[in-house]
């Protein structure tokens, strides 16, 4: 369950999400300044500057940074700060209580730099309206935009319980049906969103919620992005947005026109990571993450787990085709597949995908390389080596029963 967060988890946080320092080297600091509790305590923050991970103006940026988001955060009218619920690679969420309406929310305050930017500004309170008319159960409700101190604000409603890369983070690996269940109502406030006209572009275990009652809500819906998709995904090979594990190719290349094919791209990416315990492209650099994404071959995720239908396998696969073409064209038609798949019947819309892109390539006069190849292709590459190996043995066989023959 979630914990409000104090001064030194912030900190740690926030300074491996804006790259200063590696989680191993969080973690280092943090075992050491437990062994150190007792006999010569320390905070996490004079230990990262001692060993070098952080520099003293790094740190003294990151302090100012949370000091100045708190007393912003306290000087919005209306609401009572509770505490804080934990921090992103850009901003800070509160716990508040909406004292006209005594509820419990979250309050997300953003950095200043992007009260600099008022093409930024204008998208975030146009965003914020367009998420304010969306009412889905499995959306995290948009509340209120507004601004204090210098600091732009969201206010949401408040879920009490953790994020499905909590789970991750913990080493959990999904079982079929329960990330099915997951994926499911994620798909679900994407078809309401899409409806409405509203694209997320940041799915990713972070941005989906689970409440104590198993109801999965999707978070940041309408929360602008810093700039075009392009620069955001810059600023990610910087480290500073998190890493793109999830991100669609038609982002990282800046396409304008990014559509709800985007968001099934984001959706597949962390369907996989459930399922298989990995992220689908694997890099040290960000830039090398996006690289793959753009250009390498999905492992696909049934030869990662084995126990995984063949049927997800091929969902997954089609969510996370390189050419939104080749992606189901809608939520709608995705949602069709993953009830067949979950009531174990073959998803007929995938399939159907992997014949036509077979079709499309073959008719192009591509030669269908190994590289690209399709499951059906797989199956009979296999099915030939089979039947070669089999003839390999076969004709040993006779040949050491002539040689014995002659032998004897
Ligand atoms: N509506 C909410 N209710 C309760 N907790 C929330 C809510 N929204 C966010 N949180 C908590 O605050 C944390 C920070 O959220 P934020 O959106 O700033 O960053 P993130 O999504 O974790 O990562 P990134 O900065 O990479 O997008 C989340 O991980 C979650 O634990
Ligand atoms: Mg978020």
Same mark, same amino acid.
């Given at each position: 369950?979630?914990?409000?967060? /104090?001064?030194?988890?912030?900190?740690?946080?926030? =300074?491996?999400?804006?790259?200063?320092?590696?989680?191993?080297?969080?973690?280092?600091?943090?075992?050491?300044?437990?062994?150190?509790?007792?006999?010569?305590?320390?905070?996490?923050?004079?230990?990262?500057?001692?060993?070098?991970?952080?520099?003293?103006?790094? =740190?003294?940026?990151?302090?100012?940074?949370?000091?100045?988001?708190?007393?912003?955060?306290?000087?919005?009218?209306?609401?009572?700060?509770?505490?804080?619920?934990?921090?992103? =690679?850009?901003?800070?969420?509160?716990?508040?209580?909406?004292?006209?309406?005594?509820?419990?929310?979250?309050?997300?305050?953003?950095?200043?730099?992007?009260?600099?930017?008022?093409?930024?500004?204008?998208?975030?309170?146009?965003?914020?309206?367009?998420?304010?008319?969306?009412? $889905? /159960?499995?959306?995290?409700?948009?509340?209120?935009?507004?601004?204090?101190?210098?600091?732009?604000?969201?206010?949401?409603?408040?879920?009490?319980?953790?994020?499905?890369?909590?789970?991750?983070?913990?080493?959990?690996?999904?079982?079929?049906?329960?990330?099915?269940?997951?994926?499911?109502?994620?798909?679900? =406030?994407?078809? $309401?969103?899409?409806?409405?006209?509203?694209? $997320?572009?940041?799915?990713?275990?972070?941005?989906?919620?689970? /409440?104590?009652?198993?109801?999965?809500?999707?978070?940041?819906?309408?929360?602008?992005?810093?700039?075009?998709?392009?620069?955001?995904?810059?600023?990610?090979?910087?480290?500073?947005?998190?890493?793109?594990?999830?991100?669609?190719?038609?982002?990282?290349?800046?396409?304008?026109?990014?559509?709800?094919?985007?968001?099934?791209?984001?959706?597949?990416?962390?369907?996989?990571?459930?399922?298989?315990?990995?992220?689908?492209?694997?890099?040290?650099?960000?830039?090398?993450?996006?690289?793959?994404?753009?250009?390498?071959?999905? *492992?696909?995720?049934?030869? *990662?787990?084995?126990?995984?239908?063949?049927?997800?396998?091929?969902? *997954?696969?089609?969510?996370?085709?390189?050419?939104?073409?080749?992606?189901?064209?809608?939520?709608?038609?995705?949602?069709?597949?993953?009830?067949?798949?979950?009531?174990?019947?073959?998803?007929?819309?995938?399939?159907?995908? @992997?014949?036509?892109?077979?079709?499309?390539?073959?008719?192009?006069?591509?030669?269908?390389?190994?590289?690209?190849? @399709?499951?059906?292709?797989?199956?009979?590459?296999?099915?030939?080596?089979?039947?070669?190996?089999?003839?390999?043995?076969?004709?040993?066989?006779?040949?050491?029963?002539?040689?014995?023959?002659?032998?004897?």
């Amino acid at each position: 369950m979630m914990n409000e967060t /104090n001064y030194d988890t912030m900190f740690g946080k926030m =300074a491996v999400e804006q790259g200063l320092c590696t989680n191993a080297e969080l973690h280092r600091c943090l075992e050491k300044r437990q062994s150190r509790r007792k006999v010569n305590p320390v905070g996490l923050e004079d230990l990262m500057i001692d060993l070098g991970y952080v520099t003293l103006s790094q =740190a003294q940026r990151l302090k100012d940074t949370i000091k100045e988001s708190k007393a912003a955060v306290h000087r919005i009218p209306g609401y009572q700060i509770l505490g804080k619920l934990g921090a992103g =690679a850009m901003a800070v969420v509160y716990k508040a209580k909406q004292l006209s309406l005594n509820r419990t929310v979250a309050i997300k305050v953003l950095p200043k730099r992007f009260t600099e930017n008022p093409e930024y500004v204008e998208r975030f309170y146009k965003e914020g309206q367009a998420a304010a008319k969306l009412n $889905h /159960n499995n959306i995290v409700q948009a509340h209120d935009v507004g601004e204090a101190g210098g600091y732009h604000y969201f206010v949401m409603e408040y879920v009490e319980g953790k994020t499905l890369y909590d789970d991750i983070a913990a080493g959990k690996v999904f079982a079929e049906d329960e990330a099915l269940d997951v994926i499911i109502q994620v798909a679900r =406030a994407l078809a $309401h969103a899409h409806s409405c006209g509203l694209i $997320h572009r940041d799915v990713k275990p972070k941005n989906i919620m689970i /409440n104590a009652a198993g109801v999965v809500k999707l978070a940041d819906m309408g929360l602008a992005r810093e700039t075009t998709d392009i620069e955001a995904a810059k600023s990610e090979a910087g480290k500073a947005y998190g890493t793109p594990y999830y991100i669609a190719p038609e982002q990282i290349r800046g396409e304008i026109d990014i559509d709800g094919r985007a968001d099934i791209y984001g959706l597949g990416a962390t369907f996989y990571h459930i399922v298989t315990g990995r992220v689908p492209f694997m890099a040290d650099d960000p830039a090398d993450v996006m690289r793959k994404h753009l250009r390498e071959q999905l *492992i696909p995720p049934d030869h *990662i787990n084995t126990s995984l239908s063949a049927g997800a396998s091929e969902v *997954i696969e089609v969510m996370m085709a390189k050419r939104k073409e080749e992606r189901y064209n809608s939520v709608e038609e995705l949602m069709a597949d993953l009830d067949l798949v979950r009531m174990g019947q073959p998803p007929i819309r995938a399939r159907k995908r @992997f014949d036509v892109s077979l079709l499309e390539q073959l008719e192009d006069g591509q030669a269908v390389e190994a590289e690209g190849e @399709f499951p059906i292709q797989q199956a009979v590459t296999r099915y030939r080596t089979a039947i070669l190996i089999l003839g390999s043995v076969i004709a040993i066989l006779m040949l050491i029963i002539i040689l014995l023959i002659f032998s004897s």
